[in-house]
DNA sequence: CACAGATGCGGACTAACGGTCCGCTTCGAT
DNA sequence: ATCGAAGCGGACCGTTAGTCCGCATCTGTG
């Protein structure tokens, strides 16, 4: 890529969140990204395909390190860690960020109304998610005779549904980050019996 | 309201009905609606307001008998019957609901996009939902101590957030509506451990 | 039945948006 | 310094939700 390609690039995620920190979610049309970044409208299709892509790359780069942490051993949220306590760290971790980015959670959403299971943020959580809820299924259910019941794939989506935007900010409004995430684990623990 | 006025409102609702169930939930436009009413844009804007609420209204229309057999003794879904199999016989129709309105489910969550929890069909269901939550949960920890870390407000969104039309199409696209309804189901048992 | 005014109608119009296109500019390898 | 490739910008397009207002249609009243 071309030196003045990266500048452009960066220059429109950088305008991009300038503009959902002033305006919120909302009204955040690409022509007025594009002139906040000091760009044509044609390059920031042509870096991102589309407002989906946009906003898809935004929440890649501001979830990297979360990504990162759930894969190096260590910590809580890493490799080794009992999957229970990996998943409700975890869980905490994404309300930190949804909180922190709660105008770009909203905007992603809108954005990725069609086909959220194909956004690869999402996959990777969902992979995650899942994986954690069979892994410490099949180890209750092999110490006692525990429901098998329980669709990890599904169980997963519903748990991750609690980020949505609208449910996280109507959830914070009254509790802040601390209501979200007892509310969150409340459930994650209901789920563990 | 003025006869005419009466018939043009069901004409609209019905080429509604009729656009979703051959092209889907997507390209409705209203132009199209108005157009396959055999009406003016305008006429489709007085009666109902907006997108949103054109949407809203044919939802409520679809939920009726729902909406009626909550509050109506006899079933399993009335009152008089146990907050546990109350629930569970409530995700299950509203599990054959969705598999009957999918399109109908998919339009009104795009339209409803911001404060989707206004709507009123919604927040019926919501508060339906965790009533009977905290009732069985209170039935629960009084006569064990039963974790008391359950927000019933917030695990009802949960709960009805498997009703989003992408998931459930999802879930339904590899077992039907029996797979939806168990999965539902499980998660709902594990709510009450 | 005739009338009048309230109610409702239609569809041209607007503003705003996502996305495309193409002639021109800039970069950087040689 | 040169030249082809890569990138740029912003005018342009098609589509959409929503508005507006002159005209038609209903319906209660005498």
Redesign the interface.
């Known amino acids: 890529m071309r030196s003045d390609a990266t500048r452009n690039r960066e220059a429109i995620l950088r305008a991009t969140e300038e503009l959902l920190a002033t305006h919120g979610a ?1 009204h955040i049309s690409l022509d007025r990204v594009a002139a906040a970044a000091g760009v044509g409208k044609g390059t920031l299709f042509r870096r991102f395909g589309s407002r989906t892509g946009l906003f898809q790359e935004l929440l890649a780069e501001r979830a990297a390190a979360l990504a990162l942490a759930i894969e190096s051993p260590g910590s809580p949220l890493g490799p080794g860690a009992p999957p229970r306590e990996r998943l409700l760290a975890f869980l905490d971790e994404l309300a930190e960020l949804a909180q922190r980015n709660l105008a770009l959670f909203a905007a992603h ?2 954005a990725c ?5 194909r956004d690869p943020t999402y996959l990777r959580w969902h992979a995650h998610v899942t994986a954690l809820i069979a892994e410490a299924g099949r180890a209750r259910s092999a110490m006692s005779g525990g ?1 098998g ?3 990890a794939e ?2 997963a ?3 991750l ?2 980020f ?1 935007a ?2 996280a900010r ?2 914070m409004a009254d509790g802040g980050v601390a ?1 979200l995430k ?6 994650a ?3 563990f ?1």
Do not use: Q, T
């Open positions: 909302e959403e809108r109304a069609d086909d959220k299971y429901e019941g329980l669709d599904f169980a989506h519903a748990l549904g609690s949505d609208d449910l109507h959830v209501r007892s509310s969150v684990r409340g459930l623990e209901a789920l019996g």
